[in-house]
Nanobody, 117 residues
Framework: QVQFVESGGGLVQPGGSLKLSCVVT????????MGWYRQIPGKERELIAR??????SYADYVQGRFTISKDKDWNNLYLEMRNLKREDTAVYYC????????????WGQGTRVTVSS
């Protein structure tokens, strides 16, 4: 059974950093494109970072501040976030990524990031 368990969120001041983790079970993530998504209240969930093999891509508004990576041995996905802004406040999710950028599987519970002073 496929499952995603995200963690690492919390309250952080503007300019701060966080590292999110996603434990993936049910398939081997190194074989597929994986991504981090976020959902801001009142808006649709959006893909913000994608990784396939060693190739990464990012939404313009996180480019240069966020880094996606994976630990193939432990089937984990990570998102390092630096210079956080108030507009990064959202619930963050991971999933396998379709060619359409949609998630392939059902969603985990996500991890909430709040950027506030």
């Amino acid at each position: 059974q496929v499952q995603f368990v995200e963690s690492g969120g919390g309250l952080v001041q503007p300019g701060g950093s966080l590292k999110l983790s996603c434990v993936v079970t049910g398939f081997t993530l190194r074989l597929y494109a994986m991504g981090w998504y976020r959902q801001i209240p009142g808006k649709e969930r959006e893909l913000i970072a994608r990784i396939r093999d060693d190739d990464t891509s990012y939404a313009d508004y996180v480019q240069g501040r966020f880094t996606i990576s994976k630990d193939k041995d432990w089937n984990n996905l990570y998102l390092e976030m630096r210079n956080l802004k108030r507009e990064d406040t959202a619930v963050y999710y991971c999933n396998r990524v379709r060619s359409t950028s949609e998630g392939v599987y059902g969603w985990g519970q996500g991890t909430r990031v709040t950027v506030s002073s």
